[in-house]
């Protein structure tokens, strides 16, 4: 046991899970909830041949889930905003979409209900900041840390990452590298590449809106669990998610401008 602990080296980046390590080829994370769901999806990927994702080793003496060690590095950096990059993760998104296609979309197992009014079309992995893609050679090769995945509509997904990545947020809120990007062509240019069709690019900001209400709500639940969601609550995270609202109020009617 002391032998295995002095291999374990602490993974960090994340906010939420504590105990995120890599073994040697391996990364061991504490289970949760719905780790026999994710396990099952990923093995669905692997069997479609998608290799955009971890791969299931099973668990570990610990009780912790063994996944393969995808080399590359993650957050966000000069690489990660270039538009070659917004358009090589839109197609990445796509991919891993389709390769969903067959998993049943019940919610039973899942860590939470689609957040979309309309009916699931894929299992959305609905966490694609900067920390949960890997990148590879400067383009985004592998997404990490299915823990909010759950079935829902692919422009539930894309919201989510456009969130992070376009990004929608008040750039008071943004490190320097994402302050001055021309957010509606950046858009435009994920919708392009991933080929959302017009009927969602119509709805795309109104999900958004839809979307920080519900986050917003779900978080500061979250807080009154404690830990890590009560740290961040209590760092500023209800306030960043009003703010981008009131930031996209502004800009709404420019950035739609771009979609249609
Ligand atoms: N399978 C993996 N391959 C490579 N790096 C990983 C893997 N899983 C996690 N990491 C690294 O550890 C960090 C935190 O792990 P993650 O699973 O995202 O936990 P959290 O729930 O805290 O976000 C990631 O941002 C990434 O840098
Ligand atoms: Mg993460």
Redesign the pocket.
């Known amino acids: 046991m002391v032998a295995t602990l002095l291999h374990e080296i602490p993974?960090?980046?994340?906010?939420?899970?504590d105990g995120?390590v890599?073994v040697g080829d391996t990364?061991r994370?504490p289970a949760s909830t719905s780790t026999p769901a994710v396990h099952a999806l990923l093995r669905h990927l692997e069997a479609a041949g998608f290799e955009g994702a971890?791969r299931v080793m099973g668990m570990d003496g610990l009780g912790r889930e063994i996944?393969?060690?995808?080399?590359?590095k993650?957050?966000l950096r000069l690489e990660s905003v270039a538009e070659g990059a917004l358009v090589e993760l839109a197609e990445l998104v796509r991919r891993y979409h389709d390769a969903t296609a067959g998993f049943p979309l019940t919610t039973e197992g899942w860590e939470g209900g689609s957040n979309d009014d309309k009916a699931p079309e894929v299992i959305g992995h609905c966490d694609l900041t900067p920390?949960?893609v890997?990148f590879r050679d400067g383009k985004p090769a592998a997404l990490?840390?299915f823990?909010l995945a759950r079935p829902t509509t692919r422009l539930f997904d894309i919201v989510t990452t456009l969130r992070h990545w376009a990004p929608i947020a008040d750039p008071i809120d943004c490190p320097p590298l994402l302050r001055s990007l021309d957010v509606g062509a950046r858009l435009r240019l994920f919708c392009d590449a991933y080929g959302v069709p017009p009927r969602d690019r119509r709805r795309l900001l109104a999900l958004a809106r839809i979307r920080f209400q519900r986050s917003y709500t779900v978080m500061r639940t979250r807080a009154t669990t404690g830990g890590n969601w009560a740290r961040m609550w209590a760092g500023g995270a209800g306030e960043r998610i009003r703010r981008a609202a009131a930031w996209l109020d502004v800009h709404e009617d420019e950035l739609h401008a771009h979609l249609v």
Do not use: K, M
């Open positions: 993974l960090q980046g994340g906010d939420v899970t995120v890599r990364v994370r971890p996944l393969t060690y995808v080399p590359g993650t957050g920390e949960n890997v990490i840390d823990d």
